[in-house]
């Protein structure tokens, strides 16, 4: 599904990713995980195309397509989807009617009709339920006044409505109370098939007790140091970091 | 109700449009330049009678005193107001395009962005049709609908002829000509307009719109509305329309008059796209308004609703006058100013009756390079008891070149008088634009996305298709203003 070869990226000239190697298969969970200031943001940003990224080298392709190439917007029509770790909040958007913009752009891009007012608030009813979103916030302007929990209930639920083939999780479990956190990682499982594929990053174990992994890597300075199966995520909630930048510092030299 | 009568009206009117315009085209034109002479002539040609002569030459006079005002937060070029002719007869149709070939593909962009069918397209551009005259019988159409219930709706030019009385009586009741120094010049040398009276206790059954009256296809740069709502009267008034207009006369000089009698109410709604310039300021329509509505009448209610996106220029402030006790005023407005454009736009509004209340509610939207003034008064005068107004004015900026300002003043003679000011600024930041687009909404949707739900209350405020039309208009304006 997803293929990244020695990539590179920059932002204000800084290199941040210093050749990454990753490979997710159809089906799997891929977890990220790593210290602060790793690259792990950058690496979700740079999939999705966020403009104050630079890639500099190396090449990422998905389901078949150079990524690269793709719009942002059209990198999201072809499946890749961003669960944002600080969702922003949009004034005076409602969320029926953002939604209905992405879906219907989606499908224009699928060459399909535009489902009608009844059809997509049907939709909102039925994915609302995944994440036990309130009607109340879904009529609500964007993010707007969402509590903290209430805005990645809200990414989830956008990841519901729009049935993406590769989700990236980006801190989803940060900022969440045990209860918020259960109500998305449930959400995330209810929407895996084996057709989809997840990235979850992430700096701690508690969400990979509820989003198994298949496999879990550990990013360091902008390079994958180590992957391993599930197991790893658990040492690491152990033991910390330290011996992983121990291992990975002396290896530099 | 309202909607059935509406929906024939607009669909006559697109029909009308097919077959554009006025068979009335005069081929004469006046030399440039101003002077009694001319304004003689103009009113002579139109065959007025000697108390609009007289009420011309008077303006003449007095604008000769005057001069233009600078107080505006606008960089105006010189006018040399004798470089201007003031009797530009209608167009021919020789002078325009053959065909849409000739037309900028920009602007048939923009049209198609619009939904603009074609036939209106050829002419709002100016294109020669061949011209079937049948649009007699749509006319009467809607018209035997409104004599049936004694409304009149004609241009300003026929009721002088036929309704001299009620001209006379209204005309510069509410916009004096020493108002200003565009509401002199202007009336001086108006060219043509529309003028509605709705007699007493008449609900006017359809919206009256310049869009479908033929012979407002060339009112000229001097437009001229009088509009008078008589005793528990409503009529909803619309002016403009969303296509873009182009128009080769760079000043524009309006006037409209609005006088509410007892609890009588007008609404009146304008969606104003006339040729902003090009992307580097070049050209652009200079628009220099007076706008006033006098609620005379006890328990009257006036309502301006506008929706600016075009001119290069745009100096208007719609205004109301509250005379009669309990009376009720409203000016909601978006402004949106992209590129080179400026905008200094507001309200006053004046409480002189009692429990008299007032709201103002500004979205201003700047983007390019351009500057948006929101400049507002409200003034309560020493007898206006328990006046009451509240005014938000919000700004919106996209990107870091363009300005936004808000003058807001009040000038307060009634301690009863309860007056609200709240004001915002806001950005439509990058990682809002992102977040859309990582959505799969493209940056420029994502765009019109945002300034429409910014700009909602008052979208909402206009007529339903209008408004339909108008959020598109939003979004097409502001495109190229991002990234």
Redesign the interface.
């Given at each position: 599904m997803l293929e990244i070869k020695d990539l590179h990226a920059t932002i204000n000239g800084k290199e941040i990713l210093k050749g990454i190697n990753l490979t997710v298969k159809t089906g799997e969970v891929h977890a990220i995980m790593g210290p602060n200031g790793s690259g792990k943001s950058t690496l979700s940003n740079v999939l999705?195309?966020?403009?104050?990224y630079e890639v500099t080298k190396g090449s990422v392709m998905f389901n078949g397509k150079d990524l690269l190439a793709l719009?942002?917007?059209d990198r999201?029509?072809e499946g890749l989807?961003?669960s944002?770790q600080y969702?922003?909040e949009?004034?005076?958007?409602?969320m029926v009617?953002?939604m209905r913009?992405?879906v219907n752009?989606?499908r224009k891009?699928m060459g399909q009709e535009p489902l009608s007012a009844s059809e997509f608030l049907k939709l909102m009813r039925e994915k609302r339920a995944v994440v036990e979103l309130d009607n109340k916030l879904a009529n609500r302007?964007?993010n707007e006044g969402f509590s903290g929990g209430e805005k990645k209930r809200n990414e989830i639920f956008?990841m519901a409505m729009?049935e993406p083939k590769l989700s990236i999780l980006d801190e989803t479990d940060s900022g969440l109370d045990i209860d918020a956190l259960r109500i998305v990682a449930e959400g995330v499982n209810k929407l895996k098939t084996p057709e989809t594929s997840c990235i979850v990053i992430t700096h701690y174990q508690r969400l990979l007790d509820y989003i198994k992994p298949d496999i879990v890597h550990v990013l360091y300075k902008g390079r994958i140091v180590k992957t391993a199966g599930p197991e790893l995520a658990l040492e690491l909630e152990e033991r910390g970091y330290d011996w992983i930048k121990a291992e990975a510092d002396t290896a530099d030299r | 109700m309202q909607d059935e009568p509406n929906k024939l009206v607009k669909e006559l009117a697109a029909e009308k449009y097919k077959y554009g315009f006025t068979t009335d085209v005069h081929t004469d034109i006046i030399e440039r330049g101003l002077n009694e002479e001319v304004i003689r002539l103009i009113s002579e040609k139109k065959g007025e009678p000697d108390w609009l002569l007289e009420f011309r030459l008077n303006a003449f006079r007095h604008w000769q005193t005057m001069e233009m005002p600078r107080w505006a937060h606008l960089d105006i070029p010189e006018i040399d107001y004798q470089a201007i002719s003031y009797y530009a007869a209608p167009k021919t149709r020789k002078d325009g395009p053959k065909s849409m070939d000739e037309v900028d593909p920009e602007l048939i962009k923009t049209f198609n962005k619009l939904g603009i069918p074609l036939e209106e397209q050829m002419a709002l551009s100016g294109v020669a049709v061949d011209a079937v005259m049948d649009s007699v019988s749509v006319k009467t159409t809607y018209k035997d609908a409104l004599i049936e219930k004694g409304i009149i709706f004609c241009s300003i030019s026929e009721a002088v002829r036929e309704h001299p009385d009620l001209v006379k009586k209204y005309l510069g009741s509410v916009v004096p000509y020493r108002d200003n120094f565009f509401a002199a010049l202007n009336s001086a040398v108006f060219s043509d307009g529309s003028f509605v009276y709705i007699p007493k206790g008449v609900r006017c059954p359809m919206e009256l719109s310049t869009y479908f009256r033929i012979n407002a296809a060339n009112t000229g740069q001097f437009e001229r509305t009088l509009i008078v709502a008589d005793d528990d009267s409503y009529v909803s008034y619309l002016e403009g329309c969303t296509a873009p207009m182009r128009d080769e006369n760079q000043l524009h000089a309006a006037i409209v008059e609005i006088v509410v009698m007892d609890r009588a109410e007008v609404k009146y709604s304008t969606v104003q796209n006339w040729y902003p310039g090009d992307a580097e300021g070049k050209g652009g329509v200079y628009n220099f308004v007076t706008k006033r509505g006098n609620c005379k009448g006890v328990d009257s209610k006036l309502s301006w609703t506008q929706v600016e996106t075009g001119s290069a220029i745009t100096w208007k402030y719609p205004s109301c006058i509250l005379t009669g006790d309990n009376s009720q005023a409203e000016f909601y407005s978006v402004a949106v100013t992209n590129n080179f454009q400026q905008a200094d736009t507001g309200t006053k509004m004046i409480h002189l009756g009692r429990n008299t209340r007032s709201t103002i509610i500004s979205k201003g939207i700047s983007a390019g390079r351009s500057q948006n003034s929101y400049r507002g008064l409200v003034r309560v005068a020493a007898k206006a008891d328990g006046a009451r107004n509240y005014s938000q004015c919000d700004s919106l900026l996209l990107g870091d070149k363009c300005g936004a300002h808000t003058f807001p003043y009040m000038d307060i003679h009634n301690e009863t008088a309860v007056v609200e000011h709240e004001a915002t600024t806001?950005k439509i930041?990058?990682?809002?634009l992102?977040?859309?687009?990582?959505?799969?909404?493209?940056?420029e949707?994502a765009v019109g996305?945002?300034v429409?739900?910014?700009a909602?209350e008052v979208i909402n405020k206009l007529p339903m298709e209008f408004a339909v039309e108008a959020q598109k208009l939003l979004a097409v304006s502001l495109e190229g203003s991002v990234?």
């Amino acid at each position: 599904m997803l293929e990244i070869k020695d990539l590179h990226a920059t932002i204000n000239g800084k290199e941040i990713l210093k050749g990454i190697n990753l490979t997710v298969k159809t089906g799997e969970v891929h977890a990220i995980m790593g210290p602060n200031g790793s690259g792990k943001s950058t690496l979700s940003n740079v999939l999705v195309g966020h403009p104050a990224y630079e890639v500099t080298k190396g090449s990422v392709m998905f389901n078949g397509k150079d990524l690269l190439a793709l719009s942002p917007e059209d990198r999201s029509h072809e499946g890749l989807f961003l669960s944002f770790q600080y969702p922003v909040e949009i004034p005076g958007v409602s969320m029926v009617n953002f939604m209905r913009a992405a879906v219907n752009e989606k499908r224009k891009y699928m060459g399909q009709e535009p489902l009608s007012a009844s059809e997509f608030l049907k939709l909102m009813r039925e994915k609302r339920a995944v994440v036990e979103l309130d009607n109340k916030l879904a009529n609500r302007s964007v993010n707007e006044g969402f509590s903290g929990g209430e805005k990645k209930r809200n990414e989830i639920f956008q990841m519901a409505m729009l049935e993406p083939k590769l989700s990236i999780l980006d801190e989803t479990d940060s900022g969440l109370d045990i209860d918020a956190l259960r109500i998305v990682a449930e959400g995330v499982n209810k929407l895996k098939t084996p057709e989809t594929s997840c990235i979850v990053i992430t700096h701690y174990q508690r969400l990979l007790d509820y989003i198994k992994p298949d496999i879990v890597h550990v990013l360091y300075k902008g390079r994958i140091v180590k992957t391993a199966g599930p197991e790893l995520a658990l040492e690491l909630e152990e033991r910390g970091y330290d011996w992983i930048k121990a291992e990975a510092d002396t290896a530099d030299r | 109700m309202q909607d059935e009568p509406n929906k024939l009206v607009k669909e006559l009117a697109a029909e009308k449009y097919k077959y554009g315009f006025t068979t009335d085209v005069h081929t004469d034109i006046i030399e440039r330049g101003l002077n009694e002479e001319v304004i003689r002539l103009i009113s002579e040609k139109k065959g007025e009678p000697d108390w609009l002569l007289e009420f011309r030459l008077n303006a003449f006079r007095h604008w000769q005193t005057m001069e233009m005002p600078r107080w505006a937060h606008l960089d105006i070029p010189e006018i040399d107001y004798q470089a201007i002719s003031y009797y530009a007869a209608p167009k021919t149709r020789k002078d325009g395009p053959k065909s849409m070939d000739e037309v900028d593909p920009e602007l048939i962009k923009t049209f198609n962005k619009l939904g603009i069918p074609l036939e209106e397209q050829m002419a709002l551009s100016g294109v020669a049709v061949d011209a079937v005259m049948d649009s007699v019988s749509v006319k009467t159409t809607y018209k035997d609908a409104l004599i049936e219930k004694g409304i009149i709706f004609c241009s300003i030019s026929e009721a002088v002829r036929e309704h001299p009385d009620l001209v006379k009586k209204y005309l510069g009741s509410v916009v004096p000509y020493r108002d200003n120094f565009f509401a002199a010049l202007n009336s001086a040398v108006f060219s043509d307009g529309s003028f509605v009276y709705i007699p007493k206790g008449v609900r006017c059954p359809m919206e009256l719109s310049t869009y479908f009256r033929i012979n407002a296809a060339n009112t000229g740069q001097f437009e001229r509305t009088l509009i008078v709502a008589d005793d528990d009267s409503y009529v909803s008034y619309l002016e403009g329309c969303t296509a873009p207009m182009r128009d080769e006369n760079q000043l524009h000089a309006a006037i409209v008059e609005i006088v509410v009698m007892d609890r009588a109410e007008v609404k009146y709604s304008t969606v104003q796209n006339w040729y902003p310039g090009d992307a580097e300021g070049k050209g652009g329509v200079y628009n220099f308004v007076t706008k006033r509505g006098n609620c005379k009448g006890v328990d009257s209610k006036l309502s301006w609703t506008q929706v600016e996106t075009g001119s290069a220029i745009t100096w208007k402030y719609p205004s109301c006058i509250l005379t009669g006790d309990n009376s009720q005023a409203e000016f909601y407005s978006v402004a949106v100013t992209n590129n080179f454009q400026q905008a200094d736009t507001g309200t006053k509004m004046i409480h002189l009756g009692r429990n008299t209340r007032s709201t103002i509610i500004s979205k201003g939207i700047s983007a390019g390079r351009s500057q948006n003034s929101y400049r507002g008064l409200v003034r309560v005068a020493a007898k206006a008891d328990g006046a009451r107004n509240y005014s938000q004015c919000d700004s919106l900026l996209l990107g870091d070149k363009c300005g936004a300002h808000t003058f807001p003043y009040m000038d307060i003679h009634n301690e009863t008088a309860v007056v609200e000011h709240e004001a915002t600024t806001s950005k439509i930041s990058e990682d809002q634009l992102f977040y859309c687009t990582q959505r799969g909404i493209p940056t420029e949707d994502a765009v019109g996305l945002i300034v429409n739900g910014y700009a909602k209350e008052v979208i909402n405020k206009l007529p339903m298709e209008f408004a339909v039309e108008a959020q598109k208009l939003l979004a097409v304006s502001l495109e190229g203003s991002v990234g």
